[in-house]
Each structure stands twice: as C-alpha cells, then as structure tokens.
C-alpha cells in the first residue's frame, strides 16, 4: 500500500478506537487533527522529532524509561526501576532499601549498579531494504544468519560514532526494520530514593492493584567527561547537560484531561495466533507462575529477613514476584474471557478474507497452516527449555557458561562473533561479571539449582540433554541426597565467586579453560558442543519462522486496514508513544474506581507492618492536613496516584506522563490487575495505566525528605 495511504488508514483507525495503540513517533504527524482534538497543545511534528522537546528528554535505562528534569542531567524513574542500583549500594548497616537515600551535593551522589545506563534516542531509520537484500531465497539458518549479519554490519557502520550504542529492531515479525541510534551515558549515579516505606508502600499486596498509595519514583544523575562526550565514571566528570529537560508540574491534572507517556514499552503479543494464545494462557503462563513463586520460596527459606544474602536478592524477589502476581492476573482473566475464541473467529475471517482473492490466496494461502507448523515443532521441548531457562537464573552455571564461550568466540574476527561477544559488548559483559558480588549468596544459589535440577532430572529421558545428564550424574531415577552432595562439592571447589577471578576468566584461552579443575568451568567445558548443537537448531526454527511471521502480518495488516482496524507494531522495547486521559473504571459489576487516591488513604492503610509502614512523619503530616503547595480542591486532599486509559505495558515503568504542554505530571509505573491481559488484547473498558502523581512526588520531597536541593534544581511550574 502507498505510504500516503497507510498514513491515511493509521489516522482513521486512530481516531475511531479509543486510546489503543503504541506509536512509533514518525507515525504522529498523520493524527495531528485527531491529537489535537483530544488536548495536545503543542505541535504533532514536535513528538515525532527525536532530536527536539520533548522527546529528547525522554531516555531509556535499558528495560525501565525515565526522563530528563533538569539542566545538569537529573533523571526522574520508578523506585523499582532504580531498585537494582539501591540494592547494590545497601548493606544490613546502612540500607537504603529501607530507610532512602538523599545526595545533598553532587559529591554525594553514588554509582549506579555496574552496567547502568543512560541512552538517549537520536535517529530511527528504516532499513528493511538493507536488512533483507539478497536473502530472498535464503532459508533456516542461512536466513538467520543472513539477516543477523546485515545487522550486524549495520550496527558497526552506525558505532563509528563514539559515545554511541545502536541496535536493530524487528517490526511486525520481521516485515521491517528500523536502525536506533542513541547516545550512552555510562557514568550514572544514585541521587535520591525515599524510603522503602513510601517507594515500595503496599509491597507486593498492592502491586497491580487500584486504590494505590505508592510513592514509585527514585532520581538518577547522568555524567560525561569534561568534554561532554560519554565515559566510564570517574571523579572528573560532570553532570551531562541535555539539550531539553521537562518542566514538572505542581498543578498536575484534573479527571478527563489529556495525557500522553512517551517510553519504552518492552513486549506485547497482539497478533499472535490462537495456537500461540493457547498454549501460552494454559501452560506456560501457569507453569512459569509455579516456578517463579517457588524461586521465591527458596530465597526467603535460605537466606533470612534482613541479612546481607537477603539483601543480595530482593531486587530478584521483587521482580519474580511482579510476574508471578502477573501470570495469575493473565490466567485468571483468560478463563474468564473469550481470548481464545475471539483469535480463532479472527482466523477463520481473515482466511474467507483472503480466499476472497485469487491474489491474496496465491500470497498469503499456505501462510497460517506454515506458521502454526513451526510453532508446534519450536513447542516440543517446552518444558525441558522451561527449566533451563530457570537453571539460566541462577548465578555460577552461566557465568560458567558464558564465559568458556567468550573464549571460544574471541578466536574469530570480530564481526563474525555471536552478538553479546563482539568487542563492542564487553563493557556489559565485564559490568555484569562485577554485578554478581551484590547479587549472589552461594547458599541461595545451591538450593534454587538443586530444586531446578530435580525438576529436570523428572523429565523423560527422550527430553533430557545427555552431557548434562552426564555432568550431575542424573540417571532415570531422581537421586536428590546425590545431587545435593555434588552441588555441595561445586560450589565448595569453585572459586568463581571471586569477582578478581571472574574478571580474569575473561581473558583465558579455550585450552585453559579445558585444564581448568573448578567445577563450573569443567560443566561449561563438557556442555559447549550440546550448547553449540541445540543453539543451531534454535536458529534453523527461528529461520523458518522469520520468513513466515512476516507474510502472516502482511494479511494482518491489509486486512485490519481494509476493517478499519487500528494498525501499530507490537511492543518491541523501541520509543513508542501513547495518549488517553485521566479516568477512572468499573473493575466489577457494582464498584466504580475513581481516578485519583489521596494521602489520607495512606493513613486508612498503614498498619505499622511492612509493606504498610509509613514514616510516622509522614503519618503526622497527613493527620496536621500539611498540603502545602499541593492541594487539589476536587479532592480536598494531595492526590497520590492516578488512573489514566494510556495503552502501556512493562518497559513503560518510568515514563514520564506528560500534559498537553508536555510538562511531567506524573510517572508511569503500573497497570490495573484487570488489564494485565492487555499485552494481548487491548479493552478499552477497563485497560488503566497507574501513575504517581507529580504532586505526590512534590510534597515527599519537600515536607518529607527535604529534597530542597533537587527542587531548587527542577524547574517547577504551576
């Protein structure tokens, strides 16, 4: 179809089905009319300008969004995007988990995790063209590798920049692609986080839940050399000095008005099949709940409330924690709802759709039968991969792992290296072996591989893998007092725990490797040529299904613009932009959610026991009714967080939510537990996105942790 006429059909689509849809931002101009309507005060073209306000204040951490708010490179998150970081500079003497943490002079501030990033989005290009040329008769694995190589040259044309990280991302399955360059910062330090008692407020009881009270926002501070170029910390930089940074709002909004959250967004699976839906709501969404809560169960069991291995692992808890209470949500409501049936109807209509036209059967006839093929096959060893993918969350199996196959990589050039072993990736690579001293107790992580190891040692043993079955002498009977005694000797022998080893490790030959007595390192070693086996069957499957995918969203596509339908990729963790409005919703049949929760429900909930501990200043504040600055009439109190209808998921947490003026009038940083299932389908009934309100964010900062200098920094406006 010509551009202009999808630019058309996106505009039309847009405007007739309500606040659904994540835009990529050169897709805005062609709804300007529709924007307007709705209450964007500034020009369309503005947002879709990456180099321009207020879109190059909006900046990723590399799974969490955040946004400049100052000239000297403050950056405003979520609490629990910054969490890893305020874990990794705890310790049970002085936790800043729990009781917050304030830099009063830049001095003060403190390095971020290792790894921590700033990346600011300059260019986005298409390069379908470039990526697809000459593979049109590629298959399997010479068709994965033909595109990863095409990235690949795309992305070391793009990083003769220095101080730049680019990446290629697939859209629509692999229809096209698009080149994203972004400037990383990689000097990022902790400035201010309030206590666990407001940031994490409700805890885990809350967490996808309406009414909330939480105070989800944390600063980070953005550093460059003397030079203004990107570089790794030191004493000698300085704050980096955005070219624009957003005003905050002390007004904030009011129920109806406009908003828009630029981020972005990690993962959603709008289009995917019945076949898909199905296995995903009734097997793996359950079984990941179960093993994911057991993950949880290990670490509390092991390491006890408080002590320094507890510490190490909060950060992991809440996360499995987040996704287990997720997983629930999207089971529970796919029973309840008629997912499945919608998807196969939608099937049945676009292939009458298609069989309608003899060019259309000729081009798209084989299409579905060929994806759900693929899928299936790609589905034979779910459960065997299912528990690997655990066994991959603990810490010395792949760090063991990875490294013996660094080894094996740094003996090609580089350019024909697997990605995440290219010279360009070893700044993360180091960071993350640095990483696993603030994330790793040899107790917790024994305990969780040896319950994983069980789970796999039960499988069949067509499912199994024979080296490592092998390697922990599993035999077709599950003898748990014997693989509790060889983990026992792994871990007792290893000396990878030491970080000085670990970073030495990355710069042995394979022959050392292979002469290596640690234990992880001899399971590395007797693993790499099954890795190396089962990683080119992977990519021969995911050939297959990137050629298919895309000729199954092509029909898509035509045939949700010939209905009508809104057209915009899936989340792919690239810039998108969403718009809605403050509203509240009905999650059941006689209880209304209003928009907005005031400081007096933090008083209604505390019971003085965690998660519901407020600050006891924070309590007298609110009983002495100290609105200050803050008060919202309509509500005759300060409002704490607020509901909006922005089509959002994970990666949005962060994401400045900004007003008509795009002025930040909150942080992004949930969604409602009946929208959960929005990652699959979008309802606009009741799909709400959770925001802390700026004003919230004001009033801790002032009357609470005395914030003063960071105010001072902010511009402010009313």
């Known amino acids: 179809m010509k551009k202009w006429l999808l630019s058309v059909a996106v505009a039309a689509s847009f405007a007739s089905h309500a606040d659904e849809g994540m835009w990529q931002p050169h897709q805005l101009p062609a709804m300007a009319d529709v924007l307007k309507a709705k209450g964007l005060e500034i020009d369309a073209k503005s947002i879709s300008k990456l180099t321009e306000f207020p879109m190059n204040a909006v900046i990723s951490l590399g799974g969490c969004t955040a946004s400049f708010v100052s000239p000297k490179g403050l950056v405003v998150t979520n609490h629990h995007c910054a969490y890893g970081s305020i874990q990794y500079n705890s310790t049970p003497e002085k936790n800043l988990l729990q009781d917050g943490f304030l830099a009063k002079t830049f001095a003060d501030e403190l390095p971020a995790a290792p790894g921590s990033r700033v990346y600011v989005t300059e260019d986005v290009t298409n390069v379908t063209e470039r990526v697809k040329a000459g593979l049109e008769n590629k298959t399997g694995r010479e068709f994965y590798q033909g595109i990863e190589n095409q990235e690949k040259a795309l992305v070391a044309e793009c990083e003769k920049d220095e101080g730049y990280r680019c990446q290629v991302y697939s859209f629509h399955g692999g229809l096209e692609y698009y080149l994203v360059k972004q400037l990383e910062i990689r000097d990022v330090r902790l400035v201010y986080n309030p206590a666990g008692s407001v940031g994490k407020y409700g805890g885990d009881i809350d967490n996808w839940m309406w009414p909330r009270h939480t105070g989800d926002y944390s600063f980070y501070r953005a550093y460059v050399s003397k030079n203004g170029k990107p570089a790794e910390f030191s004493a000698d930089n300085v704050p980096y000095e955005p070219k624009s940074f957003l005003k905050v709002s002390a007004k904030g909004v009011s129920e109806g008005d406009f908003v828009m959250v630029a981020g972005y967004p990690g993962r959603t699976n709008r289009y995917r099949t019945a076949t898909e839906v199905q296995n995903e709501f009734e097997w793996a969404y359950p079984e990941g709940k179960m093993l994911r809560e057991r993950f949880i169960e290990i670490i509390k069991e092991t390491a006890t409330e408080g002590s320094d291995e507890r510490i190490k692992y909060e950060s992991q808890i809440a996360g499995l924690a987040n996704y287990a209470k997720n997983f629930t949500s999207m089971i529970e409501f796919y029973g309840k709802s008629t997912m499945l049936a919608d998807r196969k109807a939608l099937e049945a209509k676009l292939a009458e759709w298609i069989a309608k ?99 796999y040692a039960a499988l069949p043993e067509a499912q199994r893998l024979p080296a490592m079955d092998k390697a922990f002498g599993i035999d077709n009977k599950v003898n748990e007092a014997k693989l509790a005694k060889t983990l026992d000797k792994m871990y007792a022998k290893t000396e990878l725990g030491n970080k000085d080893v670990r970073l030495a490790w990355m710069e042995k030959s394979v022959d050392d490797f292979k002469a290596s007595k640690d234990p992880f390192i001899q399971f590395a070693v007797a693993m790499y040529d099954t890795n190396m086996s089962e990683e080119k069957k992977e990519k021969e499957l995911d050939g297959e299904l990137m050629k298919v995918r895309p000729q199954y969203m092509d029909a898509i596509i035509a045939y949700n613009l010939e209905q009508g339908k809104p057209v915009y990729a899936d989340a792919n963790s690239s810039l998108r932009v969403t718009v809605g409005h403050v509203k509240g919703y009905s999650p059941k049949d006689g209880l209304v959610a209003v928009p907005f929760t005031r400081l007096e429900g933090i008083v209604q909930k505390d019971t003085g026991i965690d998660p519901f501990d407020a600050p006891k200043q924070q309590l007298e504040l609110i009983k002495q009714k100290q609105y200050g600055d803050f008060y919202m009439k309509s509500i005759d109190s300060v409002p704490v967080n607020f509901l909006s209808t922005l089509d959002t998921t994970g990666g949005n947490s962060g994401s400045p939510t900004l007003n008509g003026r795009a002025e930040l009038v909150g942080l992004l940083f949930d969604g409602v537990y009946e929208s959960i299932i929005g990652g699959w389908a979008f309802d606009n009934e009741i799909n709400r996105s959770i925001h802390v309100d700026s004003r919230y964010m004001l009033w801790v900062m002032k009357y609470l942790d005395g914030a003063d200098n960071l105010l001072a920094e902010m511009e402010i406006v009313n």
């Open 357 to 455: 036209d003899s060019s259309r059967e000729a081009k798209y006839g084989k299409t579905l039968a060929e994806l759900d093929a693929l899928i299936a096959k790609s589905k034979a060893h779910q459960e065997r991969d299912m528990i690997l993918s655990y066994i991959s969350s603990t810490t010395m199996l792949p760090t063991a792992t990875n490294l013996y196959r660094l080894a094996h990589e740094k003996q090609l050039p580089d350019m024909q290296r697997e990605p995440g072993f290219q010279d360009r990736d070893m700044t993360r690579f180091k960071a993350s072996m640095e990483r696993i001293d603030r994330r790793y107790a040899a107790s917790v992580d024994k305990a969780v591989l040896l319950d994983m190891l069980k789970r």
